[in-house]
């Protein structure tokens, strides 16, 4: 029996934004476009049009898009996407000129999301914001409310059509949450156990594409997709990985971030982004090839203050060394590696040993007979490399639990 797969065509789109100076709009447009075709979208054409403020009706001029309208037309595009969130009146006032449907950067985010997001959590959260998005933008939509679900910005976890009752989303929304905060329990109860049990934990976290999953597969042979597309991975996933100290650390790789991320989306992952607030140490991965790294690094370093991350040691992981366009100044908390390529790993390894907070020391000791019980005490809460019995005791090479420390130091060798 053969499974037959629909390939989905690109759709031919069109993007605009209004350039009020709140913001980069070229930087930002290009952003849209690699959105747009992680999207599957086709993108045909782009208008930027200077204006003081936004129309409160249309967003970009009416009379701009009657000329929008005719562009649209002659080259037969199907989706008109804006660089900006809409109201529900917008965007059925600019459908209505332009005649191709009409979706903003948020909705556009939150399909990539839904074509992402694997577990169970991640298909929650994905749902959850966009019933909330979808909520206030009920009034103005009109007929278009009565379309069935099909192409870019109309996917959802579990959706075959947009809701058109408050009263339903409302209802929805709750359960979403009730679930979710089920599944936060289970998520914290993880935390709380890997305290308990000493297990030292590093959040990778950055901006999206910036090679974090690249990481975490070279690393520990994760086996975690790793495009070069905007969103590749969506669902948070944990491998264990030993440094050079003798230490095991937990690499937990995280949602990537963007520039303008919605705020609803922000809110559904929280407890997703959270692991960062929980860990011992953050690895912030930069793109070394990027003309915005700085930009792209304030994007991260905000969402990490907002997450109550600033006191938690942090290290500057500059990847993709090896076509670098920005210079690299290494030191104690700055490293340059190539992800793809493995190089400057070592380097790395040993600057998460140097900045994790000290919860155990490697030792050579040699405990007398009379004292195996504490030795099993150091097997128990540490970890014993090499042991060797000789007259007078046993030779050891262990990695000693900080609370054990002083008391090892009267068998050091």
Known sequence: ?????????????????????????????????????????????????????YDSATCMGSGRLEELKNQIAELNAELLIFDHELTGVQTRNIENIVEVRVIDRTTLILDIFAQRARTKEGKLQVELAQQKYRLPRLTGLGTALSRLGGGIGTRGPGETKLETDKRHIRKRISYLEDELKELKKHRDFSRSRRKKDS?????????????????????????????????????????????????????????????????????????????????????????????????QEKVTQNLLS????????????????????????????????????????????????????????????????????????????????????AENGIIVDALVDIKLVSRAENFTI
Not at 18 to 29: I, K, L, R
Not at 43 to 53: A, L, P, S
Not at 262 to 277: D, G, I, Q, Y
Not at 378 to 389: A, L, M, N, Q
């Open 199 to 295: 297990i030292l934990c590093a959040s990778i976290v950055g901006y999206t594409n910036v090679g974090k999953s690249t990481l975490l597969n070279a690393l520990t042979d994760a086996g975690v997709l790793a495009e070069n597309k905007l969103f590749a991975t969506l669902d948070t996933t944990s491998r264990s990985l030993e440094i050079p100290d003798g230490r095991s650390i937990m690499l937990i790789d995280t949602v990537g971030l963007i520039s303008r991320l919605p705020h609803n989306l922000v809110e559904a992952f929280k407890s997703t982004l959270e692991e960062a607030s929980a860990s011992d140490i953050i690895l912030h991965i930069q793109d070394l090839s990027s003309s915005h790294m700085d930009e």
């Open 306 to 389: 907002e997450l109550g991350c600033d006191g938690i040691p942090k290290i500057n992981v500059m990847n993709k060394s090896d076509i670098a366009i920005n210079p690299v100044y290494e030191n104690d908390t700055t490293v340059a590696i190539s992800a793809k390529n493995k190089t400057g790993f070592e380097r790395l390894l040993e600057c998460i040993s140097k900045n994790l907070p000290e919860t155990s020391k490697r030792m050579n000791l040699l405990i007398p007979y009379a004292e195996t019980s504490f030795l099993n005490k150091i097997r128990i809460d540490g970890k014993v490399f090499s042991e060797e019995y």
């Open 1 to 53: 029996m053969y499974e037959n797969k629909l390939v989905e065509t690109p759709v031919k789109a069109v993007l605009a934004s209004v350039d009020t100076g709140e913001f980069d709009a070229e930087t930002s447009m290009n952003e849209l476009a690699e959105l747009a075709e992680t999207a599957n979208a086709e993108v045909v054409g782009r208008v930027i049009q200077k204006k003081n403020e």
